[in-house]
């Protein structure tokens, strides 16, 4: 498990960025796929249950300290922002970060109930490594991201297999 002490853990808190979407992806980086491509997005809960988000940026700037810290970092770290956001707190960043031009709506359904957990943000590695990335800016990034991979050019339109289709703003008004 340590190999021999020389081995690190670090616990990734629900890391987010582009990735491939499939049954497996994560609830962040599907929604702001949903988003790009439909233009809304269906919770599948009521949206009051809390995680904790980092962006794929931050967490390679923590492997990298991780690396240079080495033989002083504890024998567990976590790597996450250390708040906690509920996911409708999740959905107005995703909304502001694509200027309204993507809704989330909620169910009445409640999450299933996790035991809550927190990272321990208080060792070797916190002392030298803090996240940058806002959840605002993490949106950004990752519906750019997503424009750019599905060939948009704006994000005033939707993109559904590399095609361009603009939203018909009026008909929503």
């Avoid at 002490?5 to 491939?20: Q, T």
């Avoid at 990335?133 to 339109?157: F, I, P, T």
Wanted: proline fraction near 1%; aromatic fraction near 6%.
């Amino acid at each position: 498990h340590t190999l021999g002490g020389l081995g690190r853990v670090l616990r990734l808190w629900n890391v987010y960025g582009a990735e491939a979407i499939g049954a497996k992806s994560h609830v962040l980086s599907d929604w702001a796929h949903k988003c790009v491509t439909a233009g809304a997005v269906a919770s599948l809960t009521d949206g009051r249950e809390e995680r904790q988000f980092v962006h794929v940026d931050d967490v390679a700037g923590a492997l990298r300290e991780s690396m240079r810290l080495h033989s002083t970092l504890d024998m567990v770290s976590d790597v996450s922002t250390g708040g906690w956001v509920d996911m409708r707190s999740v959905a107005a960043a995703l909304a502001a970060a694509s200027d309204n031009t993507c809704a989330v709506t909620f169910t009445h359904t409640v999450a299933a109930y996790r035991a809550r957990l927190s990272p321990d943000m208080n060792t070797t590695l916190h002392k030298h490594w803090k996240p940058t990335v806002s959840l605002l800016q993490g949106c950004r990034m990752l519906l750019d991201e997503y424009w750019e991979k599905l060939g948009c050019d704006s994000k005033e339109a939707t993109c559904k297999g590399g095609r361009k289709e603009q939203l018909d703003v009026q008909s929503e008004l």
